[in-house]
C-alpha cells in the first residue's frame, strides 16, 4: 500500500517553518479559504440540539436527499436518495470502490498522472494496475481512444477524473460522449468518476458529469463531496452515488469500518447544499486569477513550460528543459529556495518532468513563490546540481 507524499511534503514544510524558515506551500491541494460562517453555524446548532449519537450508515436522510436536489439542480440528473452514501471524505468512495472490484485476476484502468491512491488501492487488492496516460498535449485530458485500447475482457472498474488531479486537466464532452459509447462494448466493466472538483471549472467550460449518461448508471459509481466545493476539506465529508445492488455492498463496508459519519457535520453539509452558494462563485473566480497568474509565471521561467490548466486549482508544469528530474527538484525548491511541491512522479509512472503545484494560495504568496523559482533555477550551478 502506497502513500500520498503530498502529506509528507506538508509535514517537512511544517517542520521548516517550526525552524525559523519561510516557507510557501504550495503542495497541498486545499482550499486557503475559510468554511462560510453558515455552515460552521449549522454543526454549532446541532451541537447544542444535541446531535451526539450515531446515525445511519449510509447518512441522515434530509442531507442525502439534499445531495440529490443538488445533483438535479446542478446537473439536470435524477438521483434518488436511496442510492446515495455519506461518506467521511472522498477516499473512502475509492477504497470501496476498488476493494469491491479489484482481485487477482482483474485490471483496473486509472489516470497517469492522477491521485496517487488510485493505484495504491489497486495494488493493495491485488489487481492488475493499467495506467491511462493523460498527455500535456491534449491539456491533460484523456483520450477515449486510449482508454478503449486499454479495455480487456479482464477489465473490472475504469476509474476517470475530470476535472483533475494533479493536472488541472478537462476532458471535452465530445471525448466523453466517445468514451461511453465505446463502454458498450464492455459491459462487465464498472465505472468510478471522481468529480470532487466538478465545481471548479474556468474558460467557460461546463462539467460534465457521467451521471448524464443514462446507458452506463448501473455500473457508474459518483465519487464527490464538500472538501474542495466548500473548503471543507477538514471536515471529512463526502458523497457517492451506487447503483442500488452495490449500494448494499458499500453499506455494508460503511458498517464494518466507521460505523457512520459524525453527526453534525452531515448538518453542516445540509447547509453547504441548501445555503446561499455566493461563496462557491467567489472562490472559483478568485482560484482563476491565481490559474492565470501561475501558468504565466511559470512559462516565464528557464527551462519551464505549462498548460493552462482548466479545472480544480492545479498547474502541472513540464520541467525537463530545467536538467532536473522532477523529485530531487522539488526537494531542492522546498530545502533552498522555501517553496513547497510536488514531484510528478508522485502521481504515477507518467508524471516524470513535471512539477504539481496548488494554486490554493494567496496571490501574493504565488508570485513570491516564482520569485524564488525564477531565482533558483537562474543559478548557473544548479543543472549541474541535478546529475
Request: proline share 7%; hydrophobic share 40%.
Amino acid at each position: 500500500m502506497g502513500e500520498e507524499n503530498a502529506f509528507a511534503v506538508l509535514a517537512k514544510a511544517a517542520e521548516l517553518t517550526r525552524q525559523g524558515r519561510d516557507i510557501i506551500n504550495l503542495g497541498i491541494g486545499q482550499p486557503d479559504f475559510k468554511t462560510p460562517p453558515h455552515i460552521v453555524e449549522a454543526a454549532v446548532k446541532a451541537l447544542r440540539d444535541g446531535e451526539h449519537g450515531y446515525t445511519d450508515a449510509t447518512g441522515i436522510q434530509p442531507l442525502r436527499e439534499a445531495v440529490a436536489a443538488d445533483l438535479h439542480r446542478r446537473l439536470k440528473v435524477e438521483a434518488s436518495p436511496d442510492d446515495v452514501l455519506i461518506v467521511p471524505g472522498g477516499k473512502v468512495t475509492m477504497f470501496m470502490a476498488i476493494l469491491m472490484f479489484g482481485d487477482k485476476g482483474a485490471d483496473i484502468v486509472y489516470p497517469d498522472p492522477g491521485f496517487p491512491i488510485y493505484r495504491s488501492m489497486i495494488e493493495f487488492t491485488g489487481a492488475r494496475p493499467v495506467p491511462l496516460q493523460v498527455r500535456e498535449e491534449n491539456g491533460f485530458a484523456f483520450s477515449a481512444e486510449e482508454t478503449l485500447k486499454l479495455m480487456t475482457p479482464e477489465t473490472r472498474l475504469v476509474i476517470l477524473n475530470s476535472p483533475a488531479n494533479p493536472t488541472g486537466g478537462v476532458t471535452p464532452g465530445e471525448e466523453i460522449d466517445k468514451l461511453v459509447a465505446g463502454l458498450a462494448r464492455w459491459p462487465n466493466a464498472a465505472i468510478l468518476s471522481d468529480e470532487i472538483y466538478g465545481q471548479l471549472t474556468y474558460d467557460g467550460l461546463a462539467h460534465r458529469s457521467l451521471l448524464a449518461y443514462p446507458e452506463i448508471r448501473d455500473r457508474l459509481i459518483l465519487l464527490d463531496g464538500w472538501s474542495k466545493t466548500y473548503a471543507m476539506t477538514g471536515w471529512r465529508l463526502g458523497y457517492s452515488l451506487w447503483p442500488k445492488p452495490w449500494r448494499e455492498i458499500a453499506r455494508k463496508l460503511a458498517v464494518n469500518s466507521y460505523s457512520c459519519v459524525n453527526a453534525a457535520t452531515q448538518f453542516a453539509g445540509i447547509a453547504a447544499l441548501n445555503g446561499p452558494q455566493d461563496s462557491v462563485e467567489t472562490m472559483r473566480a478568485e482560484f482563476d486569477r491565481r490559474r492565470k497568474a501561475v501558468t504565466a509565471g511559470l512559462n516565464r521561467l528557464p527551462g519551464v513550460r505549462a498548460v493552462t490548466p482548466k479545472g480544480a486549482f492545479y498547474a502541472f508544469p513540464n520541467i525537463a528543459a530545467t536538467g532536473w528530474k522532477a523529485k530531487p527538484l522539488a526537494s531542492a525548491l522546498l530545502q533552498d529556495a522555501g517553496v513547497a511541491v510536488i514531484g510528478g512522479p508522485d502521481f504515477g509512472v507518467h508524471g516524470e518532468g513535471y512539477l504539481r503545484l496548488s494554486y490554493a494560495n494567496s496571490l501574493e504568496n504565488i508570485k513570491r513563490a516564482l520569485e524564488r523559482m525564477q531565482d533558483f533555477l537562474s543559478r548557473p550551478a544548479r543543472a549541474a546540481a541535478s546529475l
